[in-house]
């Protein structure tokens, strides 16, 4: 259920467990901790797990979680998150602005 949990120190809600979510990257069997991955392959990363998430075929539910499909894939748990970057202000979210400098 959405919202059943407390937000983030970031006040973020139900960042994992919805859908699987696309990534830009594409797969490798050879993944490693690196930021740089393969500039070119026939599957794309997707992360995180979703409400179909259970221990006989999905065990890995975080949002660390890692698997793959072909771009072309479509699945009712599979989707996207929209993003945008956003510089803290120290004026109006000081506790934002602080952790953010911080790391």
Known sequence: MVASFPN???GL???VGNVWEWTQDWF????DSSLAGPTTGKDK??????FMCQKSFC?????AARSHNTPDTSAYNLGFRCVK???PNPQTDPELFQR???L
């Open 85 to 87: 970057s956003v510089s």
């Open 13 to 15: 809600h139900d960042m």
């Open 59 to 63: 065990y890995r539910y975080r949002c």
């Open 45 to 50: 990363v997707k992360k995180g797990g979703s």
């Open 100 to 102: 953010k400098s911080e």
């Open 28 to 31: 490798s069997t050879t993944h």
């Open 8 to 10: 983030s120190s970031l």
